[in-house]
């Protein structure tokens, strides 16, 4: 084995200064995003931005923590740290209290924790071991649904919190399934399936009924051999993608919250809400595009130092880069996601270790849907479901659960030369 002889050995400082990069970025826009003339100093800890520097101190410190302890620790306690961290979200269902309409953070003193942001990482080094376990094939069934189960299980929980948003996020990790030689197949089944339930949402049943009969019907009719068994296949499939729509139109209508089905028209065009379902999208879209070529410049957004955009500071904190610099600060921003996620993706493929690398890839995934979807969301491009933009995003959950999830990885890929398995 060889000698390691400081933490920062094969530590990849292109990952690390991304990182760094990425944070302090965020620390300055959120910053800007509250800033108030009462209040001018950067470190003032009764502020958002002063906060933000402690959980910013408190991450760096868990990141050395992490770059001391051994390689081997992590895929030797990949399985309890992963039970560990669903017993916490089944603590947050029974204990915490409802915060505008989530149960998601135990509280500890005058700090809040949400389970659910680590839950991210417990699950990738669950998934790693399970898969880089010898003997063990995505061709077979039993793998599949293995696999699966580590999935849905923190997806469960996190839904039953009420946090769909952060629920989605392990619907990412098919990709690292696809990358380990899931069949194509599933996710186009999974593409498929995502449109139908978006044509459920915007056709009625009589529309949607005839829409699927066409369909079937012209694909039968395209068959060479036109037997009763093949008719009586494109029948009962007809019957499971209509009891599919009818289920997405029930969830829709007895399910689902009265302000849910507003935000879910508005976004597919149905209604037209700028005042109330609509109105955090529109005026992100309006504090974008107001900063033009080269922005307002710092401290000088108008609708973001007045208040006019919610969650300025976590989920909307992209309008305050837009806003204040622009096309140019926004470009910028976006090809550091891009350079973090790429140089994640080109690390794990040099992996001798089946383990790091899925872990790798397990990063990259969970790094792309938030960094898709949170940018999605400010310019009207993806629905509003609360998620943050990794390491940019005010919140010491947030920012410590990626600080995690991606020095685990770090620390991993330093010891890639000693690595065996």
């Excluded at 993806?382 to 659960?401: H, K, W």
Aim: charge should be neutral; hydrophobic fraction near 55%; include cysteine.
């Amino acid at each position: 084995m060889r000698d390691q002889r400081s933490i920062f050995d094969g530590i990849d400082w292109v990952m690390v200064f991304l990182y760094l990069a990425l944070v302090l970025m965020g620390w300055v826009n959120i910053y800007a995003a509250v800033y108030n003339e009462e209040h001018q100093s950067i470190i003032d800890a009764t502020q958002r931005y002063g906060k933000q520097l402690i959980w910013i101190g408190l991450s760096v410190f868990v990141a050395l923590i992490i770059m001391l302890i051994d390689g081997k620790f992590y895929s030797t306690f990949a399985i309890p740290i992963y039970v560990v961290v669903m017993l916490l979200l089944i603590v947050v269902l029974v204990t915490a209290r409802d915060v505008s309409g989530a149960r998601s953070w135990i509280d500890i003193g005058s700090f809040k924790l949400q389970p659910s942001e680590f839950a991210k990482s417990a699950t990738a080094l669950a998934l790693a071991y399970y898969l880089s376990t010898l003997n063990i094939r995505m061709d077979d069934l039993k793998t599949k649904l293995i696999a699966a189960l580590i999935l849905a299980l923190p997806a469960a929980l996190i839904l039953l919190q009420n946090d769909t948003g952060s629920a989605l996020v392990f619907g990412a990790f098919a990709l690292v399934l696809y990358r380990e030689g899931l069949s194509g197949n599933f996710l186009l089944f999974g593409l498929a399936m995502a449109l139908l339930f978006i044509f459920s949402l915007l056709f009625s049943l009589l529309t949607m009924l005839i829409i699927l009969s066409v369909i079937c019907l012209t694909l039968f009719l395209f068959q060479r051999k036109k037997t009763g068994l093949l008719a009586l296949g494109f029948g009962s499939a007809l019957v499971v993608l209509m009891g599919f729509v009818f289920s997405v139109d029930y969830i829709f209508n007895n399910v689902l919250e009265p302000h849910q089905q507003v935000r879910i028209d508005v976004l597919l065009g149905k209604t037209d809400d700028p005042t109330g379902a609509g109105y955090n999208v529109n005026q992100s879209k309006i504090a974008i595009g107001s900063g033009g070529f080269t922005g307002k410049g710092f401290l000088k957004g108008t609708q973001t130092k007045y208040d006019f955009v919610p969650e300025q500071t976590t989920d909307f904190i992209f309008c305050t880069v837009g806003e204040e610099w622009g096309f140019i600060g926004s470009f910028f921003v976006i090809i550091l996601f891009s350079a973090l996620i790429l140089r994640i993706i080109q690390i794990s493929e040099r992996q001798r270790s089946a383990f790091t690398r899925i872990y790798g890839y397990c990063v990259a995934t969970i790094l792309l849907f938030h960094f898709l979807i949170n940018i999605g969301m400010t310019i009207g491009l993806m629905p509003v479901i609360g998620i943050p933009l990794p390491f940019f995003s005010y919140g010491g959950s947030s920012l410590l659960g990626f600080t995690i999830l991606l020095f685990i990885f770090v620390k991993l890929d330093g010891y890639r030369l000693t690595q065996l398995r």
